[in-house]
T-cell receptor, first 115, second 112 residues
């Protein structure tokens, strides 16, 4: 019974295309996140949402737009894909927002390859 | 600006021995530190954490030590088991924020 799930697991696409990655959590958490792990293995936060409201928005190009239809889902839409967008994208969730001690649970990741 | 650093990209340890993974940080505002473990093709999973008011936290075979003056923390695994083979990420956050800053990870291999 998967706690945080992402689809698709792999995504290969051409430069300039628009793509979406979906994330769902069944933990009843209020907060969800998107992280990016680049080729140098840096795992960096991109966004966080608390109960459908944007909380953290790091320095991410406007081509990236998170959408939260409800608190159990946080999708990531990427417009005009570039080579540098190739990375593994992880979704995560936690019970609370703004709590440093609250455990974040990660999904399995989506490996995006832009050709 | 890499605020959390794991300078050893890999570590190889014999089964039954102690594994020591190190992490350094630069931001003095960090007050909560975590270790995550990651297997291939899976997301990171929480392992153990420590608050800045402590210098040690233990959970079974896993112990995290924090040296605030040196801005250094370490994860000790004893005894190491083959199932511990994974990538270990150190992470830190500041008070009242859930923004985690991760290191680049250390790949631990435990061999028989």
């Amino acid at each position: 019974d998967t706690a945080v799930s992402q689809t698709p697991k792999y995504l290969v696409t051409q430069m300039g295309n628009d793509k979406s990655i979906k994330c769902e959590q069944n933990l009843g958490h209020d907060t969800m996140y998107w992280y990016k792990q680049d080729s140098k293995k840096f795992l960096k936060i991109m966004f966080s949402y608390n109960n459908k409201e944007l909380i953290i928005n790091e320095t991410v190009p406007n081509r990236f737009s998170p959408k939260s239809p409800d608190k159990a889902h946080l999708n990531l839409h990427i417009n005009s894909l570039e080579l540098g967008d190739s990375a593994v994208y992880f979704c995560a969730s936690s019970l609370l927002s703004g709590s440093s001690t609250d455990t974040q649970y990660f999904g399995p990741g989506t490996r995006l390859t832009v050709l | 600006d890499q605020q959390v650093k794991q300078n050893s990209p890999s570590l190889s340890v014999q089964e039954g021995r102690i594994s020591i993974l190190n992490c350094d940080y630069t931001n003095s505002m960090f007050d909560y530190f975590l270790w995550y473990k990651k297997y291939p093709a899976e997301g990171p999973t929480f392992l153990i954490s420590i608050s800045s008011i402590k210098d040690k936290n233990e959970d079974g075979r896993f112990t995290v030590f924090l040296n605030k003056s040196a801005k250094h923390l370490s994860l000790h695994i004893v005894p190491s088991q083959p199932g511990d083979s994974a990538v270990y990420f150190c992470a830190a956050s500041a008070f009242n924020t859930d923004k985690l800053i991760f290191g680049t990870g250390t790949r631990l291999q435990v061999f028989p």
